[in-house]
């Protein structure tokens, strides 16, 4: 650094970053040279999900939970459920659970889509949004939405709408797809394949900033598949895996002393969840067409630059298309059994049999932001005495904070307008949602 | 069109909530953009960068909880021409009401588990309970053929007045079976439709979350209710789950 940088003062305010979802500030002071502050300040409303859900049936939480976050509904209901069955002793079909798999691959697809067209690309391309794209990139545009529309489309079959799935509740499916809407499904993504193949070409243009920290990464895994809906959970940093209810052995929540905000570590100062941290800990385990597309991207495990999760991200949607496509031709092989089809809440006459444990139940899913964990106890009423929820976004705030403060002193060159710009690209990297993280907690961190 | 029409400016705004009905307008696609042939979006923070304080309509989405977004939701207020309550954490309170069977402390034990917190929990409101609301388009999550009706009405300057019948005359037009018949309790014959009766159509049940009627037909109701062997109390407890902040104001007029 020149002498004369070395004195620089900086004094970046972002109120509200844009294009992400939910409510944060960044701030970054530097004075004569040094970093003196450098944070993402979260400024959402407090919700209180854990008293909410208190005193409330294990058949309706997932109702009340998916209200979390419009973006993640299904990953919530997901994590949900699975804590929801768990607490009461209930046991699932294979076809429950791989129609489970298909419809948060939906949301894996439509969350990545919305995250890589809207709100990264516009950096990439120049633009404040992607209003103005309409104009300049009027195909770009028009193929996110339309990509959008069709997973849109495809969620509908499935659960009557994307946000807030209807039909997903504990013990299974309040209505499964005809195999009429299957075959539509199937013809949805087979025509979407060029689409695909038109974004990763996008994506091999997009000249991504060249910066690496490297840190612990965690996500779920199993040894049949690249997990989403099921597995256990694993670090970078560690050799084996931890059951989902002993997911405090990794998720260690901590008051950090100088902030009110509650971080996430494990065996470092903090820990990275997400689409690059599944992509480290899994890569072996994802599709053939997602092995060339990392490979088109250059995208190889273990990565340790952070704004490549947009492009690990574009890597899951080749996985999660073709993985969509494999589940939908199995039923279309086999047959759907409707005979499986659920009540949302045991009926009046299933009531007085219907056995209940007391218990806890912890649900472990990977959703498009990272590992969601929910974990609830209840009474042998199904009444929820006690929750918790760990949201993917919360896990990662530790992180984002360590990389802005390697990245800021490499970049304290370049004009306050990059500077601002970068970091709002690193917050926005992450894919934050806020919605999520503020589900209980005011979040500063300094 | 020409250019010296003058456009509609809307502006979205975000209170607690979860963001889901300023993402259902990310369904819209090509409807959404016939729109913006009409009208001009000024401020939508999750989508866009740019932002302005000049607007004539005003989507306000989410309930009001603490003192600063009061202030803010006042100068909305003051700034727009008209104010629409976009769904039902706006319009009704909606799932946020739930926070509100518990004190602030009580609320924060619950979620800090003792440790110490500076933190305002705030009071979870619909808007009409902080400013005047012109429109209430209500929904968790807000449907988009009725957000586009609402729309085109208010913008031919003739307002938006949502169905005041039950989910039940929707229901029974797309031919579901009653979900009293499978055993289940529904909240579709007190809840104000306008869905479609989207919940039902899914095989999932009413849950009220486009809140309950102005008049509620509470003698028909109590009749199914013991046509099928339920009691009030069995289905009360599931009309706070979106009705709350209404309960709540209701016992507050009957003591006044």
């Known amino acids: 650094m020149s002498g004369e940088l070395a004195k620089k003062d900086l004094n970046i305010n972002v109120e509200y970053i844009t294009r992400v979802e939910g409510h944060g500030n960044i701030v970054v002071n530097v004075k004569e040279g040094k970093l003196e502050k450098c944070q993402l300040e979260i400024v959402e409303a407090p919700r209180f999900f854990e008293a909410m859900v208190r005193g409330r049936s294990l058949f309706e939480v997932q109702h009340i939970t998916s209200r979390i976050c419009g973006i993640c509904s299904t990953g919530h209901c997901m994590a949900s459920v699975q804590a929801a069955e768990g607490a009461m002793g209930y046991e699932v079909s294979e076809q429950t659970k791989l129609f489970r798999k298909l419809i948060l691959h939906l949301e894996t697809l439509d969350s990545h889509l919305l995250h890589a067209y809207f709100l990264v690309a516009p950096d990439a391309l120049g633009a404040p949004s992607v209003v103005p794209l309409i104009k300049t990139h009027k195909d770009v545009v028009l193929r996110a939405l339309r990509m959008k529309r069709q997973y849109s489309d495809m969620c509908d079959i499935m659960a009557g709408r994307h946000t807030h799935p209807i039909s997903v509740c504990p013990r299974g499916w309040t209505k499964l797809p005809s195999k009429k809407e299957l075959e539509k499904m199937k013809e949805i993504f087979t025509g979407q394949l060029d689409d695909l193949k038109e974004t990763v070409e996008i994506f091999k243009s997009v000249k991504l900033p060249d910066f690496e920290r490297e840190t612990e990464y965690v996500a779920l895994t199993h040894p049949d598949e690249y997990a989403f809906y099921e597995g256990e959970l694993t670090t970078s940093d560690i050799s084996g895996t931890v059951k989902p209810g002993d997911y405090m052995e990794i998720v260690h929540e901590y008051h950090a002393a100088h902030s009110t905000a509650k971080h996430s570590r494990n065996k470092r100062d903090s820990y990275m969840v997400g689409a690059l941290a599944r992509f480290n800990i899994n890569s072996g385990q994802l599709n053939d067409e997602a092995k060339a597309v990392a490979e088109e991207l250059g995208l190889k495990a273990p990565c340790y630059n952070p704004f490549m999760n947009t492009v690990a991200q574009v890597v899951e949607i080749a996985h999660c298309t073709y993985d969509a496509i494999r589940i939908i031709d199995h039923f279309l092989e086999n047959g759907v059994d409707y005979d499986d089809v659920v009540t949302s809440w045991p009926t009046r006459d299933e009531w007085p049999s219907f056995k209940v444990k007391k218990g806890r139940g912890v649900g472990a899913v990977e959703v498009p932001r990272g590992l969601l964990i929910h974990d609830y106890t209840a009474d042998e009423k199904a009444v929820v005495t006690e929750a918790n929820c760990c949201i993917p976004t919360n896990q990662n705030l530790a992180n984002v904070d360590l990389d802005m403060k390697k990245l800021i002193p490499e970049i304290i060159g370049k004009s306050e307008e990059e500077i601002t710009l970068l970091s709002e690209m690193l917050v926005r990297a992450y894919d934050p949602c806020i919605s999520c993280s503020c589900h209980l907690l005011d979040v500063k961190f300094v | ?256």
């Open chain 2, 1 to 256: 069109m020409s250019e010296d029409k003058k456009k509609v400016r809307i502006a979205f705004f975000d209170f607690a909530d979860c963001e889901g009905c300023q993402l259902q307008l990310t369904y819209l696609n090509e409807n959404f953009l016939g729109l913006l042939e009409h009208c001009e979006i000024v401020s939508f923070r999750e989508a866009m960068s740019e932002r302005s304080d000049e607007y004539d309509i005003a989507f306000v989405e989410g309930s009001i909880t603490r003192k600063h977004d009061e202030e803010r939701v006042r100068k909305i207020r003051e700034n727009a021409k008209i104010v629409i309550a976009y769904g039902s954490c706006a319009s009704l309170g909606g799932v946020n009401g739930l926070r509100r069977r518990f004190s602030d402390e009580e609320a924060k034990e619950i979620v800090y588990k003792g440790r110490d917190s500076h933190l305002e929990a705030g009071w979870p409101r619909p808007v009409h309970e902080v400013v005047k609301v012109d429109h209430f388009i209500h929904g968790c999550p807000s449907n988009n053929d009725e957000t586009i009706k609402a729309v085109k009405s208010i913008l031919l300057g003739k307002g938006y007045t949502p169905p005041d019948y039950p989910v039940c005359v929707e229901c029974k037009l797309k031919e579901n079976v009653c979900l009293f018949e499978k055993g289940q309790v529904c909240m579709g014959p007190v809840t104000r439709a306008g869905c479609g009766a989207w919940c039902p159509s899914w095989g999932n049940t009413c849950y009220s979350c486009r809140g309950l009627l102005d008049d509620p037909a509470e003698q028909g109701q109590t009749e199914l209710l013991e046509k099928y062997g339920y009691t009030i109390d069995d289905i009360t407890e599931k009309f706070d789950l979106y009705n709350r902040c209404r309960m709540d104001a209701e016992k507050e007029a009957e003591k006044k």
